[in-house]
C-alpha cells in the first residue's frame, strides 16, 4: 500500500490512513491535542513524504488511504452503480428508465447530463481526466478544483447516482485511493498516464455552491417592465464562440431562473440572442429548459 500511498502523493494529493479493507479513517487519522481538542482527518491528511513513508511502514502497512479533496483542492464526481431500481424516479432525468431500465447508472446519467446541458457526445471532455474504477464498478472522475473557483455544494445532483465530493464543509469530502481494497478488490486506474484534469465549465456550474438570496429577496409576483435589465446576458448568449455556445445560453438562463423570471422571459429575451449566435429554435429551447430544471432542481424547488 505504500506504493501506491506515493503515487497519490506524486499527484499532488493529500492523504490520510483509512482502516483496512474499510471505508472508515483509521484510528490513527485523528488525535486530540494537549487542550483535549479532537482533531481529525481532514486535519491529519497530507502530502508529507516522511510522514505517509513512516505510516505505511511502522503503523499500518496494510491500511488504505483516502484522498482528502478539501486540502487537495480536487472535485471527485462519484458515478454510482446503484443497488436499489428507480432511483431516477422523482427527478428530471427519470425518462431514462424507459431506455437503460430500472438501474440507471452514474456513467449513463452523466453522459445524458453532458448530451443535455452542454452539447457533449459521449465520451468527451468530462471522460479526459484521471478516472480511477471502484470495487462495485462505480468510477471517480477527478478533476482540479482550485480555491479561486469557491465552494462545491454538498448536494448529490442525483443522490445515490451521481455524487461528488470536494471541499464543502468542515473538512470537505473523501474518496478512497487507488489501490486500496475492499473485499479484497482494489481501485485501479482506467486511465493509465492521464493526468487530472480541470472539468468542463458545464460541470463547475452543476456542481458549484452557489448563494442563496433571502426569501424576502427574490423576485415574485408581478413585475413592472424594464426593472431588471438583462443586457449582460444578452450579450454574453450573442458573443459566445463557437463551442460554447450551449454553455453560454445554459448559464444564462439558470441566473434569470435564480433571479425570477419566467421561462417564457427568458425565452423571449435569449432566444433572439441565442439564434444570432447560430443556435437553432429548438436547440434554444431544449438548452432553456434544461437550464431551468437544473437551477429548480439546486434550489430544491
Known sequence: MLHAALAAQRRGFHIFPVARGLKVPHPAASYRDAAGVLHGWGETATDDVARIVYFWTQVDPGANFGIACKPSQLLVVDLDTPKEPGKLRGTEWEYLH????????GEQLLEEMAYK????????????TYAVRTPSGGLHLYYWWPATLGRISQASPVKGVIDVRGNGGEYGGYVLGEGSLIGGKPYYDTSPGRP??????WIVQLVKEKPRQPASARLTGLRQ???????????????AGQGNRNNALLWAARTMCE???TEQECKDTLGPAAAGAGLGDMEIERTIESGYRVQ?????R
Open 98 to 105: 424507459g431506455g437503460y431500465g430500472p438501474y440507471v447508472t
Open 117 to 128: 446541458l452542454a452539447g457533449e457526445q459521449p465520451y468527451t471532455s468530462y471522460l479526459s
Open 196 to 201: 487530472v484534469a480541470f472539468a468542463p465549465d
Open 225 to 239: 417592465p424594464g426593472v431588471i435589465s438583462w443586457s449582460g446576458l444578452v450579450d454574453s448568449v450573442r458573443h
Open 259 to 261: 433571479e425570477g423570471a
Open 296 to 300: 429548480r432542481h439546486k434550489e430544491g
